[in-house]
């Protein structure tokens, strides 16, 4: 097979298929794929070693539009079906397109048993809390007391949080985007591509037609900065129009203070530590905003540490034994066993 | 060897080793099979064990048995009733009278037949033998289990140790039975306990004092000589069928250069294929035990998209559970084989049981029309030859294979001759940059091989093929999403057709026997040694049978209908209610089929096999 050896740079539209984009104008989803067509290009990798996989669901399409090779599989298993991809073949860079429904409802327990083995794979969560493709049921991500077809009197459930159960399967990376802010988005790809182990990224997507204006409260441009934090490792946990808010510790809790009022100083705005391998304070960060308003919603990388990876973990085992054992034919094997007679 | 007591000659004899769950039968069983093989014999086995791992001791469902069949020929299974019985206590008795012959020897632990014993296996009387109507076989007490622990003394050993070894006590007395040396029994016993020393010493002291026991008391009036196989020279080993089976694939996986991949879920009786496959690293395979059934085949899925041989295996519930995901391996006609170690159904059913009634839900199970590969496996050994025919035919014509074993074979034990791997075919896919004659921009992933319509592989890492498969319909030009009705005719047909036409590399259907007979006997799958021996019987009171068996379901031989057609009379015979006689009827009109149908969880028996295929012939 001849190899390209010239390192060429690729530009966003040399990751887009042929295929007519078929999603509902005014969709989430359209930004999604123009930050990941992007995010490819940055990381410059080859689209003959990138796999997309994807379940079902308004997400899932999005493998038909990447010129790359790619599988839209079956609901709720993209995520099993990527871990045999990346272990059979761990050179591959592969990413799974998934929702709600699909990763957090019918695909719950490989969602939360890919993370906990940390494959190589990056997965991008599209959560609309809202069942788009069958037209309008809740979803495990949906409010308590969500009305929708399926709950004409509202649920009667509490959500998932993606975050508490990527913490609980004691995941590797989590971070958090909002559909429409394209730059931190395509970042926030990036960044998951790079991290070795199982990358989760939540993308707060708005499904115009069947649960509209669900994160307006979020993502408008005249409430996303006093709304929002965008954590970044390493730096002050500051938000607000103004950069004069910030995170502070109280007892065992997150406040949100103005900076200058009240006693509060900078000095005691805290540092975002994403590397910490103790979760406690990541998984307050990413809760925040979720259950009340008094807290901004975290976005960016919340979690990014480093773990044995599986796939490496399971290539490392096969040269173990095999730097132990001289190697055989298969013929070889049968003839050298213990248990061995010859008729004569 | 004493001089006063007499060798009798015997082509063949059927030994049942049997006990508590944790009384060590199945390693006495193993033991007595292997070092038979390995002095010559033919053999054939049934371990018949339960689900319970340890059930209340001395109880009639904790029982747990191992009979083996060995001779010079004709071991085509493992024999319907036993010459000899080893009862470790009277549930192991009782559970077995149906297994024994008028004259059988039944040695059994005396030690173990108190009242309270006696009571545990829900006997009214003292006199088992008496209550169970034996008054015919030749009962030999033995005190199995004290005698055990006076040959231990000394060895430092608590009592609990000592009794363990009991199991090599009575195949001590077996092997002097039937004239074993210990010497192959001691090596095998050293091999199997490698990591602990002091264990091989007490088994082997067991053994060769069980051994001299019945020698020096001279238990019985003649002892037997079993004679050896006459066949085949060259080189063996003993394999079960899952044993097997884990071979092929490996065997496959060789020559087609392709790394293994296995997908898999523990599940009673297919597990021992994930144990097996794990332990072979040193052939670089990657077998991975999943989070349940269903990430089981979809890993297997993702590997062969990636390029892998890829493999899940499991039983008719777990099956079931993969079936959605394995209609996404027909729809994007990925190479994949599914291996369904059958056990008696419906639902958990009876997991350590064997039976054939996944044929349906391996041919049918499925959404949509879906055709596919169907193989079972017809003994331990063919295992080796079916699991590589699997592995060629998804490879080589991108389908999904469903290979049918089952716990009978599965489990079961012959020896097996090392095969000569020239012998066996070439694997070749149809890779799209070695068989793809047009441009690579033209391209599209439904493209078809105009002889046999399989489609292109192309693998992720490939250059200039990159390209998106999935579960909707795609246009057959294009690979775009279509629901364009023509298309969706055109697609259903061709993935039905690609199937079809994988006949013309199948082996043509035998016929065994009396190929000028009236009567047909048709079987498939694991019940081929019972169905054999049957055929030859009747053939032996001197009437006319013939016989064929099928190791390939869907397709079928290509030769099928003609010889179907060529008999007045067909009798299938299966261990289920009658899937393939309906299989049958629903491909070829006009047969006169006739049915036998046993669903036991138990082996077929020779004996009735004979009686009701005699009455047929005699309509």
């Excluded at chain 1, 969560?125 to 009305?147: A, C, E, H, M």
């Excluded at chain 2, 890779?431 to 319509?453: C, I, T």
Aim: with cysteine.
């Amino acid at each position: 097979m001849e190899q390209d050896i010239t390192i060429q740079e690729r530009q966003p539209k040399d990751y887009k298929s042929i295929n007519a984009v078929r999603w509902c104008p005014g969709c989430g989803d359209h930004a999604i794929l123009n930050c990941l067509y992007k995010a490819m290009a940055e990381l410059n990798i080859e689209q003959e070693n990138t796999v997309l996989i994807s379940g079902i669901g308004c997400s899932s399409r999005l493998v038909y539009y990447m010129n790359t090779y790619g599988m839209h599989t079956i609901h709720g298993r993209p995520i099993a079906i990527a871990t045999g991809v990346k272990v059979a073949n761990p050179n591959l860079s592969v990413w799974v397109a998934t929702g709600d429904g699909d990763s957090l409802s019918i695909g719950g327990n490989h969602f939360i048993h890919a993370i906990r083995r940390n494959v190589n794979i990056n997965i991008i969560l599209f959560n609309n809390k809202i069942y788009g493709l069958t037209k309008g049921q809740y979803s495990p991500t949906s409010d308590r007391g969500f009305v929708s077809k399926s709950s004409p009197y509202g649920t009667v459930e509490d959500p998932f949080h993606p975050a508490e159960l990527c913490f609980g399967a004691r995941g590797t990376f989590f971070a958090r985007s909002i559909d429409v802010d394209l730059k931190n988005q395509t970042d926030l790809m990036v960044e998951s591509a790079k991290h070795k182990g199982t990358s989760v990224l939540e993308v707060l997507q708005n499904c115009v037609i069947f649960n509209n204006g669900i994160y307006k409260k979020y993502s408008e441009k005249e409430f996303r900065d006093d709304k929002t934090i965008f954590l970044k490792h390493g730096e002050k946990m500051i938000f607000g129009k103004d950069n004069n808010k910030g995170l502070v510790l109280d007892g065992w809790n997150l406040k949100a203070v103005t900076i200058g009022e009240d006693g509060y100083s900078m000095d005691d705005v805290l540092v975002h530590d994403a590397a910490s391998l103790d979760n406690t304070l990541q998984m307050k960060l990413a809760l925040m905003g979720t259950d009340s308003d008094d807290l901004p919603l975290a976005l960016g990388v919340i979690r990014n540490v480093t773990a044995p990876v599986y796939d490496e973990e399971v290539e490392k085992q096969i040269t173990e034994v095999q730097e132990k054992l001289p190697k055989k034919s298969f013929t070889e094997f049968l003839m050298s066993s213990s248990n061995l007679w010859e008729k004569k | 060897m004493p001089t006063n007591t007499v060798i009798t000659d015997l082509k063949q004899v059927t030994i049942r080793f049997s006990g508590d769950s944790g009384d060590g039968m199945q390693l006495s069983g193993t033991l007595f099979s292997t070092l038979s093989a390995i002095f010559g014999n033919n053999i054939s086995t049934f371990p018949d064990y339960p689900a319970e791992i340890r059930a209340p001791q001395g109880t009639l469902h904790g029982v747990s048995g191992f009979q083996v069949r060995i001779g010079s020929q004709g071991i085509y299974n493992s024999g319907d009733k036993a010459d000899v019985l080893v009862a470790m206590n009277p549930a192991a008795l009782k559970v077995n009278i149906d297994n024994l012959k008028k004259d059988s020897i039944v040695i059994y632990d005396s030690d173990s037949f108190e009242s309270k014993d006696l009571e545990k296996a829900l006997f009214i009387t003292d006199d088992p033998f008496k209550e169970l109507n034996l008054s015919t076989v030749q009962a030999i007490p033995v005190a199995i289990t004290s005698l055990t622990k006076s040959s231990l003394q000394g060895m430092g050993m608590d009592n609990k140790e000592m009794i363990r070894s009991k199991n090599m006590f009575a195949l001590g007395i077996v092997c002097w039975l039937f004239n074993r040396p210990l010497e192959i029994a001691d090596q095998l016993l050293e091999q199997k306990f490698a990591k602990k020393p002091n264990l091989v010493q007490a088994n082997i002291k067991a053994l060769t004092d069980g051994y001299n026991y019945a020698s020096n008391i001279h238990m019985t009036a003649s002892t037997y000589r079993i004679e050896t196989a006459e066949n085949n020279k060259g080189f063996y080993t003993d394999v079960n069928g899952n044993l097997a089976t884990v071979y092929g694939l490996i065997a496959a996986a060789e020559k087609s250069g392709l790394q293994l991949f296995l997908g898999s879920y523990p599940i009673t009786p297919a597990t021992d294929i994930l144990h097996e496959l794990s332990k072979r690293k040193d052939f670089g395979v990657k077998a991975l035990q999943m989070e349940d059934e269903i990430a089981g085949i979809s890993t297997a899925i993702g590997a062969s998209f990636a390029g892998a041989l890829a493999v899940t295996s499991t039983s008719g519930p777990g099956l079931a559970l993969k079936s959605e995901a394995l209609n996404l391996a027909v729809m994007t006609e990925l190479p994949l084989v599914v291996i369904d170690v059958q056990r008696a159904g419906p639902s958990t059913g009876m997991p350590t049981k064997s039976e054939q009634t996944d044929l349906n839900q391996a041919l049918y199970g499925r959404s949509g029309e879906s055709p596919i590969v169907v193989i079972a496996a017809t003994s331990p050994t063919n295992c080796f030859d079916s699991a590589y025919w699997a592995s060629k035919i998804a490879l080589e014509h991108m389908t999904p294979v469903v290979l049918l074993t089952d716990g009978y074979i599965a489990n079961g034990s012959a020896a097996w001759k090392i095969p000569d791997m020239d012998e066996y075919p070439d694997i070749k896919p149809n890779y799209v940059q070695v068989n793809y004659k047009g441009a690579p921009e033209e391209w599209s992933p439904y493209f078809r091989d105009e002889e046999s319509m399989v489609r292109y592989w192309a693998v992720p890492g490939t250059p200039k093929y990159m390209h998106r498969i999935g579960g909707l319909e795609k246009d057959a030009k294009t690979g775009i999403l279509s629901t364009d009705p023509d298309n969706h005719q055109f697609m259903v047909d061709s993935r039905k057709e690609k199937i079809d036409r994988i006949a013309n590399d199948l082996p043509l259907l035998e016929v065994l026997g009396d190929k000028d007979a009236d009567t047909l006997i048709v079987g498939w799958g694991g019940t081929y040694g019972h169905l054999l021996e049957a055929m030859m019987k009747i053939r032996g009171e001197g009437k006319k049978i013939a016989f064929a068996h099928f190791n390939f379901i869907s397709p079928l031989p290509a030769n099928t209908e003609e010889v179907l057609r060529r008999y007045k009379k067909i009798v299938v015979a299966e261990q289920n209610m009658g899937q393939f006689a309906a299989y049958l009827k629903s491909i070829y009109d006009g047969l006169n089929i006739f049915k036998f149908n046993r669903v036991k969880g138990q082996p077929f028996i020779v004996s009735r096999l004979v009686e009701e295929f005699i009455k047929i012939i005699d309509k």
